[in-house]
């Protein structure tokens, strides 16, 4: 493919995003950025524009964050001076046949993509992905947990809800760590798995049981699993930490409630930013690399 005939626009996210645009700047394509961190010194090959929209303008393919989109449908974007909502207006100065890759869209953006006839390519659930920026959301998630607690993870009773890609990583660094470990999944060959790697492993249905022994729940689904029924046995000191997509694996207004300590650990990514931003745009690339093929 020819990439100096692609414009990219990036728009929204943090410290990955200068990776992920210094690494779509060096294969010479037309590549505009707003709405992260932009560094001092700039980023070779890469125009900041002034707005999101002056970035999507004549753009064929359009990068937005991994993290996805709050509940008002704002981009993931926390140094942005004000919220990107990406809506028809914006993305229809988009050059057809247009393509916008993000971690997920909520129904809005995909109705507005619809409208327009832009072709929308999700990856929050890609596991190649998922893998690669894995050992920065567990080094992550580790941060927030001694930040967060008294005690030390060794020797701790942690339970790790899900065993996706995600959760078997926690469940084995859990395990490496020395806290005695417990796993609820659905899936009873996840469950074995997890058994095999030496924790204990129950159904969903026994997290109430097993809830007033616990010192930390960490949750990997994005559904809202851990409830009132999990919460309300939980020992007071107990920390809860969510590292699921919206909208989460526990149901934070109970546990606000409930006076637990609660940390929706999302983004964890950012800890390494330039090694979780050079393994997105791997992915990224080959995305890319595809949409053009399919069209030549």
């Given at each position: 493919?020819?990439?100096?005939?692609?414009?990219?626009?990036?728009?929204?996210?943090?410290?990955?995003?200068?990776?992920?645009?210094r690494?779509?700047?060096?294969?010479?394509?037309?590549?505009?950025?707003?709405?992260?961190?932009?560094?001092?010194?700039g980023?070779?090959?890469?125009?900041?524009?002034?707005?999101?929209?002056?970035?999507?303008?004549?753009?064929?393919?359009?990068?937005?964050?991994?993290?996805?989109?709050?509940?008002e449908?704002a981009l993931?974007?926390?140094?942005a001076?004000?919220?990107i909502?990406?809506?028809?207006?914006?993305?229809?100065?988009?050059?057809?046949?247009?393509?916008?890759?993000l971690?997920?869209?909520?129904?809005?953006?995909?109705?507005?993509?619809?409208?327009?006839?832009?072709?929308?390519?999700?990856?929050?659930?890609?596991?190649?992905?998922?893998?690669?920026?894995?050992?920065?959301?567990?080094?992550?998630?580790?941060?927030?947990?001694?930040?967060?607690?008294?005690?030390t993870?060794?020797?701790?009773?942690?339970?790790?809800?899900?065993?996706?890609?995600?959760?078997?990583?926690?469940?084995?660094?859990?395990?490496?760590?020395?806290?005695?470990?417990?796993?609820a999944?659905?899936?009873?060959?996840?469950?074995?798995?997890?058994?095999?790697?030496?924790?204990?492993?129950?159904?969903?249905?026994?997290?109430?049981?097993?809830?007033?022994?616990?010192?930390?729940?960490?949750?990997?689904?994005?559904?809202?699993?851990?409830?009132?029924?999990?919460?309300?046995?939980l020992?007071?000191?107990?920390?809860?930490?969510?590292?699921?997509?919206?909208?989460?694996?526990?149901?934070r207004?109970?546990?606000?409630?409930?006076?637990?300590?609660?940390?929706?650990?999302?983004?964890?990514g950012?800890?390494?930013?330039v090694?979780?931003?050079?393994?997105?745009?791997?992915?990224?690339?080959?995305?890319i690399?595809?949409?053009?093929?399919?069209?030549?």
């Amino acid at each position: 493919m020819d990439w100096k005939q692609q414009t990219i626009a990036i728009v929204g996210g943090d410290r990955r995003e200068q990776e992920i645009a210094r690494q779509a700047g060096m294969t010479g394509a037309d590549v505009r950025a707003f709405g992260f961190p932009w560094p001092e010194k700039g980023i070779a090959h890469v125009t900041r524009a002034t707005d999101a929209s002056s970035a999507l303008r004549a753009a064929n393919i359009a990068l937005f964050p991994i993290p996805g989109m709050s509940a008002e449908g704002a981009l993931f974007a926390p140094a942005a001076p004000s919220p990107i909502v990406p809506d028809r207006a914006m993305l229809a100065g988009m050059r057809a046949p247009a393509h916008i890759i993000l971690g997920w869209a909520n129904d809005s953006l995909k109705a507005h993509c619809q409208s327009l006839s832009i072709t929308l390519h999700e990856y929050e659930w890609d596991v190649e992905l998922m893998l690669l920026r894995g050992p920065a959301i567990v080094e992550g998630m580790l941060k927030a947990i001694i930040e967060n607690t008294d005690i030390t993870i060794h020797r701790s009773r942690v339970c790790v809800v899900g065993q996706g890609t995600i959760g078997s990583l926690v469940t084995r660094w859990m395990v490496a760590l020395g806290a005695h470990t417990h796993v609820a999944a659905r899936n009873p060959v996840q469950r074995a798995a997890a058994h095999v790697m030496g924790a204990q492993a129950h159904p969903l249905e026994a997290l109430p049981s097993i809830a007033p022994d616990l010192d930390t729940i960490i949750s990997t689904v994005p559904a809202q699993i851990v409830g009132r029924g999990v919460l309300a046995r939980l020992p007071e000191h107990a920390l809860l930490v969510d590292l699921a997509a919206p909208p989460g694996g526990i149901d934070r207004e109970t546990a606000k409630e409930l006076g637990l300590k609660f940390v929706w650990a999302r983004g964890m990514g950012s800890r390494a930013p330039v090694t979780v931003g050079a393994s997105q745009w791997s992915g990224i690339k080959k995305r890319i690399e595809a949409i053009c093929g399919e069209q030549s």
